[in-house]
């Protein structure tokens, strides 16, 4: 049997995943790492993204989180998202409407503060359309 | 017929005082399920990072973050939950006394206790023992926000890095089952070792992207989500110690009703005996 780790995913809303998993890809602060088997221990966090995990069939599942942070040890992995969804819960209609809301926010605000805020949620927004796009061309 | 209106006027008032606690019982039970939800869902969180934090206190990193440096102990901060409504029998009691055991313990070994008092019910209890407050907070409502409490825990979090106090407890019912919670003391900051079976012996962490930013972010989300996780639990405490009060106050009120009707029966049948004695006594005069 080939390698596989633990793979935990949780977010303060609930439990989203929790298995084994051959290899992880996460969205982490500096680019995109993919987590094999026995990889060493590290600590980081995330930026908003796709989490997509290869199940030891073969299988691949993608869950969005909206940031966060992420344990690695040789055996287990742990996802503590921020917000996390199940790539299927994603609607795209919320997902513009949020995206739409953040951009008028940036539009009208001068605020700092504020700004940052909208910056954020834009952020968030985009990448749930990006994922939502990867999926439908997966699924065409 | 002496006696006999009293005892109906006390079996009516009887009757509506049971209906008021019927009703909260009612309330109390589907808030309950609802608050038992919100428990559940926010436990795996709070139980993870508790671990990653408690990994990462095994560690040897260069970078020492005044939220894992054990020093020694001159003062604790003490986050007492408590709730914001009465008749909930003994749950708030508890809890308060709990939070007064230990801190007996500290003060016996010579260590000053601070207090961040949660719901109004902490608030009335720790005032008349004239023990330092350092912040309290109250109307958390039966949806606690992490926003509308962090203020409060921030006081705290100042005082420790300030060196006010060296140490942060939390103290809360947990949620056993709907018949029984359990008052628990839990040692926050600095946070506390935990040794999972499948880690290494000795390991290293490589920080991404620094040690500093990184755990700024974790640490604070860790106390954050630790405090949120006693504030639901002890909301699901809260209601299900209150649906079971107001269920044996109705079963009491039903079972006073009882006992009242049955004296009311004998007064009113002693009466009638009475009035027939007397016709038969005033007949056989005649």
Known sequence: MAATINLDIVSAEGEIFSGVAAMVFVPAAQGEIGIAPRHAPLLTLLKAGEVRVQLPSGEEQAFYVGGGALEIQPQRVTVLADTALRAHDLDESTALAAKQRAEELIRDQTDALTLAEAQAELLRALAQIKMLERLRKGRA | MP????????????????????????????????????????????????????????????????????????????????????????????????????????????IAVNLCLFGSKAGQFFKRLKMPISSAIVGLGDRPHMAAFMGAVKVMLDDYVDG?????????????????????????????????????????????PSAVELLDGLLFRYVESQVYQGTVENVACEMAARMVAMKSATDNAGKLIDELQLIYNKARQASITKEISEIVGGAAAV
């Open chain 2, 3 to 110: 006696g006999a209106k009293e005892i109906r006027t006390k079996i009516a008032s009887i009757k509506s005082t049971q209906k008021i606690t019927k009703a909260m019982q009612m309330v109390a039970a589907s808030k309950m399920r609802k608050a038992q939800e919100r428990m559940r869902a926010a436990r795996p969180y709070a139980e993870k990072i508790r671990n990653v934090i408690g990994h990462i206190c095994l560690t040897n990193p260069d970078h020492r973050h005044p939220y894992l440096t054990v020093r020694p102990v001159k003062t604790v901060g003490m986050i007492v939950i408590g709730t914001d409504r009465g008749l909930c029998g003994g749950l708030n009691v508890n809890t308060f006394k709990q939070a007064l055991i230990a801190a007996r313990e500290y003060e016996s070994q010579g």
């Open chain 2, 164 to 208: 006010k106090i060296d140490r942060l407890v939390i103290v809360n019912a947990q949620f056993v089952n709907t018949m029984s919670q359990k008052p628990m003391v839990q040692q926050l900051l600095p946070a506390v070792p935990v040794r999972s079976p499948e880690l290494p012996e000795l390991f290293e962490y490589i920080y991404e």
